[in-house]
């Protein structure tokens, strides 16, 4: 009760007071608020002004940071360094530029033929002349040497180590007997392979491995030398014998099931095998580039920010990526083994199949 009774005087008042006395009280603040008003318009035109002069140094400041920054991701994002991965129709020496001949294409049909030289195809050919002059040379140091005068020395030395151990570790091995006829094609392979890797590595160069077309054509050379390697071991019937193949002493209902189940994993099993070629060495040699320039694209990165970021970011990227250079270089002698073992194999095995 007593506190309902406080709570109404309260109230009543509050609302007694008189009206004029808040207009008085209340119209000497309105007149501060409005002559404060009326003088930060003022001062807000003065800092507006001054503010005004100095944004243009500023904006153009911030315009030339972001320029700058805009020009680092230009420089060096994916496209730039996809531009040092993929083929095109110009050879680049650093900032000169030569472009290749055009040779119109070849059309059959709808379809067209492009003959025009890539970069890639040029690295082709000096990765052909390598491995012929290579062979040449070893070969005609060899005739001139004669067996007991004197032991090879140099690069016949070198080439003799290489092409011994293919002959003897890799094509005999895993050939088998009459494999000395694929020993040939073998030492090619891993010579061709492993100077189109090395390639990439020099100045101004080009890995043609790392274009999954020049891969593919490997792999189908090899499938075409391992699928006629069986066809001379087995014969034409033999030979079909590995695609529709059944086990012998099948009832002849079953023998069909067999065969309607087997024919498309043997296909499969057939196409694997220079797909798994193609493309393990397509991807061996594109990573170890992205690598390399992805630790180069550091320095761009945080190159510029202070000067010890900047010497940390150098000296770091140059040591990682002098590191994966060596690595690069192991992985393409590598690459050039795993490619031409796996191909003795595939040889070995379908001339000995089932």
Sequence with gaps: MKRSMLVALLVTSLVMIPPAPV????AAPAAEVHSVETRVPIATQEHSGSASQEDPEHAAGAGEHGDEEGSHSEEWGTDAM??????SHELEFGSVKV???SVPPIRIGNFEIDMSPTKHVVFLWIATLLTVLTVWFAARRASRTEAGEEAPRGMLNAFETFYVYLRDDVALANIGHGGEKYVPYVVTLFFFILFANLLGLVPFGATSTSNIMVTAALALISLVVVEAAGMSELGFKGWLGTIFY???GLHPVMRVVMLIIMTPVELIGKLAKPFALAVRLFANMTAGHFVILALL????TYGSFTRVTGVAAISGSLL???FVMFLEIFVAFLQAYIF???T?????LIRHAH
């Design 320 to 322: 990682l990526g002098l």
């Design 82 to 87: 996809m531009h040092h991965i993929v083929d």
């Design 297 to 300: 694209g550091l320095i761009l």
């Design 23 to 26: 207009v008085a009280r209340s």
């Design 246 to 248: 059944a086990p012998p």
């Design 344 to 348: 003795a194999v595939f040889i070995g």
């Design 340 to 342: 031409t073992a796996l």
């Design 99 to 101: 472009p290749l001949p």
